[in-house]
């Protein structure tokens, strides 16, 4: 098998005819995540993705507060619109900064885009604002369907003690306008874009989702998503986009780069945890970073991993990454050390990413 053909592996995301890449393209750092992005790196970087197979694309409003989606929109409008799958987001709808105010820090979550466009994120999972995000969305990438819309950031980690507020907005409406947009709006798949197990689990509860977008959370380092979600995606034929697989970094540079662990600092624990891997990686020639792309696509509810990359150098280390031959026996140490869950799928085959 190819590197291209196994990049472009298709598996279905959720129960409607809906197919994604085993590799996908996140485009937060496109929009500037903690360093800055310029026009042409950007687009060359979609351009080394596309060329190296990857059909599956991902974006936000929130990314780079406009920057990614004006990006990503502009590489992929010129292409044939069937030929790939196509997923934003909704839960903030984005304002005009006034022209003569200072740049102002979001009141959700941090100053982490390096020169982002002139809006600022406001969070609304009502009908009206699902459906105004949608709209606005359609406008910035220029397109007019987008595969996936996903609730961006619904949860308590986000939202603390207005988590409750939130979640009532979305049983009053915002739930109705995902279904609405489904039905009526070329929309092949609706569902979650959150950091968060529960939330997904609550969801499932109330409404007929088709998939979600994990970030973390089913990584070498985080594998208790195998007691329940997983198992409960797999039984439903609820489609999982695998973000975040590096952890925020340490599990792509491991401990001599920089030490970021779901997006903070990463404790003397993890620390340690990821020495241990990368003790095993040495005695089997294994890079820990395709360790880390390889490991949650083994598991059967896993539709896609979704990676982000500010440039084509990093396109292609994530597809070299991705597509280089793991023998069996790695994976067997990996369970013998207890780094990783003896229940935990892993790729079957030396050469091919089952």
């Known amino acids: 098998m190819t590197m291209t053909s196994t990049i472009a592996r298709l598996r279905p995301l959720g129960r409607r005819g809906l197919q994604t890449t085993a590799l996908g393209m996140g485009a937060a750092g496109l929009g500037g995540l903690y360093r800055d992005v310029t026009e042409e790196d950007a687009q060359t970087a979609l351009d080394a993705a596309w060329d190296a ?15 990614a989606e004006h990006r990503l929109g502009r590489n992929l409008r010129v292409r044939e619109r069937d030929a790939f799958v196509l997923s934003t987001k909704v839960g903030r709808v984005m304002r005009p900064r006034a022209y003569d105010a200072p740049r102002a820090t979001p009141r959700d979550g941090g100053d982490d885009w390096i020169s982002p466009l002139p809006f600022e994120p406001h969070f609304d999972y009502s009908y009206d604002g699902v459906l105004r995000s949608f709209e606005d969305s359609q406008q910035r990438l220029g397109v ?6 996903l609730l961006h950031d619904i ?3 986000t939202h603390g003690e207005q988590a409750g507020h939130y979640w009532r907005q979305l049983l009053d409406g915002g739930f109705k306008a995902l279904d609405e947009l489904r039905a009526t709006r070329g929309v092949r798949a609706v569902g979650l874009g959150v950091n968060e197990v529960e939330v997904v689990l609550d969801a499932l509860r109330e409404f007929d989702i088709d998939c979600t977008l994990l970030a973390g959370r089913y990584t070498l380092l985080e594998q208790a998503s195998l007691d329940v979600l ?5 039984r439903r034929g609820v489609g999982i986009l695998l973000g975040g697989a590096f952890n925020s970094g340490i599990l792509a540079q491991g401990t001599k780069g920089e030490l970021k662990f779901n997006y903070g600092a ?17 005695a089997f020639d294994v890079p820990l970073a395709a360790a880390a792309l390889q490991f949650p696509y083994a598991h059967p509810a896993v539709s896609s991993v979704v990676t982000g990359a500010r440039t084509a150098h990093e396109v292609a280390q994530n597809v070299a990454s991705f597509t280089r ?30």
């Open 53 to 67: 197979g990857i059909r599956t694309f991902d974006v936000a409003p929130y990314y780079g507060y406009t920057k």
């Open 144 to 149: 007019s369907r987008i595969d996936v819309i």
């Open 155 to 157: 949860g308590r980690d």
């Open 230 to 234: 997983l198992p409960e995606c797999e």
């Open 266 to 282: 990463a404790n003397d624990e993890i620390v340690r945890r990821v020495q241990a891997f990368e003790a095993v990686c040495a």
């Open 325 to 354: 031959p793991i023998p069996f026996a790695f994976w067997q140490a990996l369970k013998d050390a207890g780094l990783i869950r003896r229940e935990a799928p892993t790729p079957a085959d030396p050469a091919v990413i089952a």
